[in-house]
């Protein structure tokens, strides 16, 4: 069972900050320095960096600089009581796992980690595309000694390391795979029934690179009671809906023999990864089918192919998604509940995506593994997703947002602070509800996913687009330009809407966008083109409107 040990690594190049806790005062009028931050990690078994700080970045858009689990650094004032519960959590749990190795070890923080390359998985191939994955494992569960239940352990993996030092390389990276397999914990029992589901979550390096995991339990074949056992693929692409087609094709070869996931594995591992859009065939044998060609599409919007919007409308109204949506803007802390992992990780990361062309830049857990459960403890900001079984474990509901997602009926709204629904302009809601009417009841994943994303993009065309008016040169040549906050905050139209933009403007999603921009101030993104036309498209509308007032005068 992997443990956990925590630390935190303030930024060379900034300044450390803290966000305070989310108390009342601090969600409406308290102004964050924008140019102070901290980065920090949390590191599995001293290796790989369990993700904590955002969703796969889109394709395209800036990767900001690595983040992790928010923890405070320690020159604030803040009570540091839930920190160093945390804290004194995971050093318990790390002694442990080295006293059952037999081995005396004290993890300490890289003064200056360098990024450096994985063994083989890293390799590109000829044709020059990346793999499809670096990882496929099955995670199966293990009875451990002294009748403590089951533990979770790795027990196929494809490819094969092929010396020792990529063995334990790959041991060290795989080992955090099993804790989020089986989040639960250690409490199973065979299971003559269970239904099958998918899920993700995402791994942050040291180096602040991330790869996703996508993960599918199941009840593996055969007679009686067994537990259950997990395939997980590991790749640095995000493509929810690819991968779950992969794991269809896995699960039918594993009803055969274990042996018959591996040629199919290698012919997928050395076909191209598609374009947006576009299609790969991979050729594979099972036997009484002979040779079956499996087609595997890549969405055309890339920067939407890890998002499925329909579970996230499904469990909540539209009113209930833009108070979620609320909350997540202006960054407060928020919590799912939900009974299936699959349910948590689509929430999650659909209510990441609404943010787009912004990203989250803080916690970001889609599936909390019990051992990690104090992290919600942490004053930051943070969007965490919890099993319905560990619900009763929260019991400090102060300034949190907990959405039962598996709620049948009623509001699903566990604890609020009280003023979502309010923090968005009216109007602004009522174009957004409208909006989001216009998807159809039997709309495709593609349909409900452009729909949807185009209502929110809208959102901050409307409050926010007019941002590249206000990011200036003071000099000629290569000098950076700089974001004139005061001129934009005073162009901000309707008036009604200032009190919200003045709110996200102090958010670290906000920030971080505009660095990105005062670095490259003429570059023509995808969100400055969507302005443009927005811009273009109600330049118009206003000529039309005024055209038909002469007609009738």
Excluded at 48 to 67: C, R
Excluded at 134 to 153: A, C, F, I, R, T
Excluded at 274 to 281: D, R, W
Aim: proline content about 7%; hydrophobic content about 35%.
């Amino acid at each position: 069972m992997v443990m956990a040990a925590v630390w935190q690594e303030a930024s060379r190049s900034l300044p450390s900050y803290w966000n305070p806790p989310l108390h009342q005062e601090n969600l409406h009028g308290s102004e964050r320095s924008c140019t102070q931050r901290v980065y920090r990690r949390v590191r599995v078994a001293g290796q790989p960096i369990i993700q904590m700080n955002g969703p796969p970045t889109a394709p395209g858009h800036a990767d900001p600089s690595p983040m992790a689990c928010d923890m405070m650094s320690g020159q604030t004032d803040v009570d540091h009581g839930p920190m160093k519960k945390i804290s004194s959590m995971f050093s318990s749990l790390q002694e442990k796992l080295h006293r059952d190795k037999g081995e005396k070890k004290v993890l300490t923080p890289p003064s200056a980690p360098t990024p450096r390359p994985l063994p083989h998985q890293d390799r590109i191939p000829s044709h020059g595309q990346t793999f499809f994955f670096e990882h496929l494992v099955v995670v199966s569960l293990k009875k451990s000694n002294g009748d403590k239940g089951y533990e979770p352990q790795i027990s196929y993996q494809f490819p094969k390391a092929t010396n020792r030092s990529q063995k334990e390389e790959e041991e060290k990276c795989l080992k955090a795979v099993t804790l989020f397999c089986f989040p639960e914990g250690v409490n199973w029992a065979p299971l003559t029934e269970y239904r099958s589901e998918t899920f993700s979550f995402v791994l942050t390096e040291i180096d602040g690179s991330r790869r996703n995991g996508y993960c599918r339990r199941l009840l593996p074949h055969g007679k009686g009671a067994r537990p259950p056992e997990a395939y997980c693929i590991i790749s640095k692409l995000a493509c929810f809906s690819l991968f779950s087609k992969i794991f269809d094709e896995v699960e039918k070869r594993r009803q055969i023999s274990m042996a018959m996931i591996y040629p199919f594995m290698q012919s997928l591992r050395e076909a191209p990864f598609p374009a947006p859009g576009k299609t790969v065939n991979i050729k594979s044998f099972i036997p009484e089918s002979g040779t079956e060609i499996i087609s595997l599409t890549r969405p055309q919007d890339s920067w939407l192919e890890h998002v499925d919007f329909q579970t996230l409308f499904h469990c909540l109204t539209d009113e209930e998604v833009l108070q979620v949506f609320a909350a997540t803007v202006l960054e407060r802390r928020i919590v799912f509940i939900a009974e299936e992992l699959s349910t948590l990780s689509q929430v999650l990361h659909a209510v990441a995506a609404l943010l787009f062309p912004f990203l989250w830049q803080h916690t970001f857990i889609s599936i909390v593994p019990r051992v990690l459960l104090d992290v919600y403890l942490a004053p930051t900001p943070y969007l965490l997703g919890i099993q319905s079984t560990l619900q009763r474990q929260l019991t400090d509901h102060t300034d949190l947002l907990i959405v039962d997602l598996s709620a049948p009926t009623g509001s699903k709204f566990i604890t609020r602070i009280g003023d979502e629904d309010t923090l968005i302009p009216a109007k602004l809601q009522e174009e957004l509800l409208q909006a989001l009417c216009m998807r159809r009841h039997n709309a495709s994943t593609e349909e409900l996913n452009r729909v949807i994303s185009e209502a929110f993009l809208t959102f901050f065309m409307k409050t926010v687009g007019h941002f590249a008016d206000h990011v200036k040169k003071s000099g000629g040549g290569k000098q950076a330009a700089t974001f004139q906050k005061k001129s934009f905050l005073k162009a901000v139209e309707p008036k009604s809407s200032r009190t919200f933009v003045k709110q996200f403007v102090q958010t670290q999603m906000f920030d971080l966008f505009i660095q990105e921009e005062e670095k490259q101030p003429n570059h023509e993104g995808f969100f400055r083109k969507k302005v443009a036309e927005y811009q273009e498209r109600k330049k118009k509308e206003r000529m039309k409107s005024g055209w038909m007032k002469g007609v009738v005068v």
